[in-house]
């Protein structure tokens, strides 16, 4: 079964075939590094990365463009307010490349907690305001922009004469204009839904390029169009982002192709789902939107306890990424059990010697492991649906387990069988799904060390030797290791 994917486009799953046999060009929008990136943010990137490793695991040589916005993006999405960076330095009294330099480093840092594989390129909006402008100078050219008074605006009404406008979310322009409010008296605007490409600055706007219509900044749309253009071309093959950008951010970027190349720039668009918090969307403004830091140390109201952030992973995987996901504490701690389990199983059947025999004791387990592995990858070609590869995995622990408990002989099935569960669960949990162990470092080494204090601890408690018994579980509570006391004097630790 080929690899099909759901096209915002299209609106419907279709058979993936990229520009150039065996290459992908992708392009996700990047975060807007004026302040941390929150949980629902991670959820978009956490679903790419895993596409990105699939693509990677087909076969394909990705190049993988994810971009950062660091200029440019306003506080209101239809050109008005002060822009998101200068509004920030002017306030803590710093370079508005202060502000991007630090969001910068603390989302790469975020990346990398969640296992995230850097982009092949991470193109930052400041750095091709040059392309911006050219950009921008060719729509004018092409008749679909006009100035006003060092603004320019993209001609809205007069594009959709020749082109549809709104076709990545089936919208009417009717429907679109009546959606929108009233041009003011103080527009400078033709049109209501024209959006500005390159904007004035005033002089004391902290950051401001020379343009061909004197100083300015670029508008946020063409910064993401001129960036996949220079890296990927005038056509590719995917373009990603957030639900939430598809009805005005990756709609303008559209019109901006297609005004400037006469292309429509990517061929399949995807569009994760929010992840909400009681149903409604994580988002700053919405002021329900907590950080990885604090899901970490369990340092926010909403939180009952820490979650690290290979629980947070997994109970993203647990979700088609084109489905909503709700938060709460029990799902988190059900995910964390999940993995636990998913851990422990797949510890085991690295460690199951596949014996000599071929032939499978019980035929019918066999051909139900073997369909089961069948199934990783059908699951995953329809449209990345990695909740039911978890449903597959799961339905292989207990014969995993049964195996360890000498329940079923270890012969029962094939050595081929066993071989092949080994390569898709390492192929699956860790290079498709980026999932590492962070509870049983180096092969278990921690689960030793644990173990020989725990007995050192209960050895001490049994003496009455407290200062010892203290001191160990002090020591590794100071290093992030928790202790916990359970009935019968037995000891369970877990990492904060
Ligand atoms: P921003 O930094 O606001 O431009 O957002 C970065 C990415 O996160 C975009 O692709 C957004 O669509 C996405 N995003 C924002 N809020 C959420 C959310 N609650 N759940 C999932 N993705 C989100
Ligand atoms: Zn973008």
New binding site residues.
């Given amino acids: 079964m080929p690899l099909k994917i759901y096209n915002t486009l299209t609106r419907e799953k279709s058979e993936f075939k990229p520009i150039t046999a065996d290459h992908v060009g992708m392009y996700v929008?990047g975060?807007?590094v004026y302040s941390d990136?929150h949980l629902?943010?991670c959820?978009?990137f956490i679903s790419f990365d895993i596409i990105y490793r699939y693509l990677t695991y087909l076969g394909y040589k990705v190049r993988y463009i994810r971009n950062i916005?660091d200029a440019g993006h306003l506080e209101g999405d239809r050109d008005e307010g002060d822009d998101k960076f200068s509004k920030i330095a002017r306030l803590q009294q710093v370079e508005p490349m202060e502000i991007v330099q630090k969001y910068t480093l603390g989302f790469h840092h975020v990346m990398q907690l969640f296992n995230n594989l850097p982009p092949s390129i991470e193109p930052r909006a400041t750095g091709h305001i040059a392309e911006q402008i050219e950009m921008t100078k060719q729509i004018i050219a092409n008749g679909y922009a006009y100035e006003v008074d060092g603004t320019i605006y993209f001609d809205v009404e007069k594009y959709s004469k020749e082109k549809p406008y709104g076709i990545l979310t089936n919208r009417k322009l009717e429907d679109l204009l009546e959606g929108t409010r009233e041009l003011g008296g103080q527009d400078e605007k033709h049109g209501r839904l024209d959006f500005a490409l390159w904007i004035k600055a005033k002089p004391e706007h902290l950051m401001q390029w020379p343009s061909p219509w004197g100083m300015g900044f670029p508008g946020w749309h063409i910064e993401c169009s001129a960036m996949s253009e220079k890296y990927l071309g005038k056509q590719f093959d995917l373009h990603g982002?957030?639900?939430?950008?598809a009805a005005t951010h990756h709609t303008n970027e559209i019109a901006q192709s297609e005004a400037c190349y006469h292309t429509s720039p990517a061929n399949y668009w995807m569009h994760?789902n929010?992840?909400?918090v009681n149903g409604v969307?994580?988002?700053k403004s919405a002021g329900n939107g907590f950080l990885p830091e604090e899901l970490f140390t369990g340092d926010h109201p909403v939180l009952d306890r820490a979650y690290s952030p290979m629980t947070a992973r997994f109970f993203m995987l647990q979700t088609h990424y084109r489905s909503t996901l709700d938060f709460s504490n029990e799902a988190l701690q059900a995910s964390e059990k999940g993995l636990r389990r998913l851990w422990d199983a797949y510890e085991t059947l690295k460690k199951l010697v596949a014996g000599s025999r071929e032939l499978a004791g019980d035929a019918e387990l066999n051909a139900k492991c073997l369909k089961q592995l069948a199934e990783f990858d059908e699951n995953m070609n329809d449209d990345f649906n990695t909740a039911k590869v978890l449903a597959n995995m799961f339905e292989l622990v207990p014969v995993i387990n049964s195996i360890k408990d000498g329940l079923i002989k270890p012969d029962a099935i094939a050595a081929s069988t066993v071989v092949l569960m080994q390569e898709k669960f390492k192929a699956y949990i860790e290079d498709i799904f980026g999932l590492k162990d962070e509870l049983n470092l180096n092969d278990g080494k921690l689960s030793g060390v644990m173990e020989l204090l725990i007995d050192i601890r209960k050895e001490s408690k049994t003496k009455k030797d407290f200062a010892t018994s203290d001191k160990i579980r002090n020591q590794l509570t100071a290093i992030g290791i928790n202790l916990k006391d359970e009935k019968g004097g037995e000891m369970s630790w877990g990492v904060e």
């Fill in positions: 929008c975060p807007t990136v629902g943010n959820r978009t916005t982002g957030g639900m939430d950008l994760t929010m992840l909400t969307r994580m988002s």
